[in-house]
């Protein structure tokens, strides 16, 4: 477990298991769930960054931020989606085109209870939605403050209003007074990737993972940006009609953006240098030793690792590790 700012960092496993099944259990519903709400906000956000818009209508103050595009990233979400039975993961991929998600570890009103909230964009059945909530004795409708009308689960705890394009879902609130503005170089860095977030004022969350893992090292960071994105087969492999079936490969990204060009290249000396001495006894497993098999690509102020390919069934293993 990693620390920030003397605060206990909730792994990826201890996620799973707490608020986040439930944001997936509203995804997982998406035939089913619907609110009549018509007052379903717009975000704006410049044209370069079309392809994440559903990160716009995120609340601000999140501990972390992601965003996936759920036709690519649909290996990966089919790993978050193991518990769940295969009907409810497909109607995931049948109505959603993309989803950004928002984690608030102390919670989005700051009572230490995990928060989450997601923006998803799509095509929604509104129709046999709103007759199933209706008959539904597990949700009922409410108003917030603002007058707009929503779906509350007591059950879960979970709020919804969507319209036929987009589904917003928090375990908190669903009033947003002040949405998130991304950094302004992620969107670029997404660009290529199925899924990808980014993690704000993550200097003592890196700091701290490196202690853990024997990484004698201080990074100076402002931001991480991290992602993943499906390699393409071999072109030897995709001309064989009758090869056999080979496991696809994915390659994962970490990018640290540092205050200066001079603090990036100082890193990437740090991080050469690291790439020396074995990680983990020579576990070819470990995160770190991953990350480190490749020497670092620095780009002005930002600092950039990349793994070799790593097989599917690898992949919860390495997000475990986190």
């Known amino acids: 477990m990693l620390k920030l700012n003397s605060l206990s960092i909730t792994t990826v496993k201890e996620i799973r298991q707490r608020k986040l099944p439930a944001i997936i259990l509203c995804l997982c519903a998406l035939a089913l769930l619907s609110a009549a709400c018509t007052s379903t906000p717009v975000a704006r956000h410049p044209p370069e960054d079309e392809h994440i818009k559903e990160v716009y209508y995120l609340p601000a103050g999140g501990s972390v931020y992601l965003w996936a595009d759920l036709a690519l ?19 995931v991929f049948e109505f959603t085109k993309a989803a950004a998600l928002a984690l608030f570890l102390e919670g ?52 919804i209003t969507l319209s036929s394009r987009l589904l917003l879902a928090s375990s908190s609130s ?47 960071a402002t931001e991480l940006f991290f992602g993943a994105a499906r390699l393409p087969q071999s072109t ?53 030793t991953l990350l480190l098999a490749n020497a670092p690509e620095q780009s002005g102020n930002a600092l950039t690792l990349r793994t070799p390919p790593i097989k599917r069934s690898k992949i919860p293993l390495l997000f475990d590790q986190f």
């Open 73 to 91: 990233a649909r290996p990966l979400v089919e790993n978050l989606l193991a518990d769940r039975n295969v009907a409810d993961a497909a109607q």
């Open 108 to 159: 989005q009103r700051g009572d230490g209870e995990m928060d989450v909230f997601l923006a998803a964009t799509g095509r929604f059945p509104l129709q046999r939605a709103n007759f199933a909530l209706a008959t539904s004795r597990g949700w009922e409708q409410r108003k917030g403050e603002s007058g707009a009308k929503y779906w509350h689960s007591p059950s879960s705890n979970i709020s």
């Open 174 to 220: 669903l009033e947003t007074p002040r949405t998130i503005t991304p950094p302004e170089a992620f969107g670029s860095f997404s660009a290529p990737l199925a899924i990808s977030g980014w993690i704000p004022n993550a200097a003592s969350l890196i700091n701290s993972f490196a202690e853990s893992s024997s990484l004698p090292i201080q990074i100076p």
């Open 236 to 288: 030897a492999a995709a001309g064989r009609r009758t090869a056999p079936a080979i496991e696809e490969e994915w390659e994962f990204v970490l990018r640290i953006i540092t205050p200066s060009a001079n603090d990036a290249r100082l890193l990437a000396s740090l991080f050469a240098m690291a790439r020396l001495f074995p990680q983990q006894d020579g576990d070819t497993d470990n995160v770190i």
